[in-house]
């Protein structure tokens, strides 16, 4: 079982930064992806980035440029950094890891863009 803990979110004017964390832990072995995706309100989730195993990255369209996704091995933290923070980025992040086939999701903190 793997559990994954996240933290970071609150509230920001836009043009803003915000830096999500997300720490694995549990039955954690090999190579593994790991994903943020947000669900703003009456929308549905939405993948923006993804670390792979092998490290590469990518991005969804709308948060390229200005998100990054990174990764501490040795801590098995995921991060989400924010910047340039527009207000529909207001969501709930959700980080979430798969390993053999089997997804687990973190609790999903609140990011609210507003003036």
């Known amino acids: 079982q793997v559990q994954l803990v996240e933290s970071g979110g609150g509230s920001k004017q836009p043009g803003g930064s915000l830096r999500l964390s997300c720490a694995a832990s549990?039955?954690?072995?090999?190579?593994?992806?790991m994903n943020w995706y947000r669900q703003a309100t009456g929308k549905e989730r939405e993948l923006i980035a993804t670390?792979?195993?092998?490290?590469?990255?990518t991005y969804a369209d709308s948060v390229k440029g200005r998100f990054t996704i990174s990764r501490v091995y040795a801590q098995n933290t995921v991060y989400l950094q924010m910047n340039a923070l527009k207000p529909e980025a207001t969501a709930v992040y959700y980080c979430?890891?798969?390993?053999?086939?089997?997804?687990?999701w973190g609790q999903g903190p609140q990011v609210i863009v507003s003036s």
């Open positions: 979430r890891l798969q390993q053999v086939g089997v997804a687990y």
């Open positions: 549990g039955s954690i072995f090999g190579t593994y992806t």
């Open positions: 670390r792979h195993g092998g490290g590469t990255t």
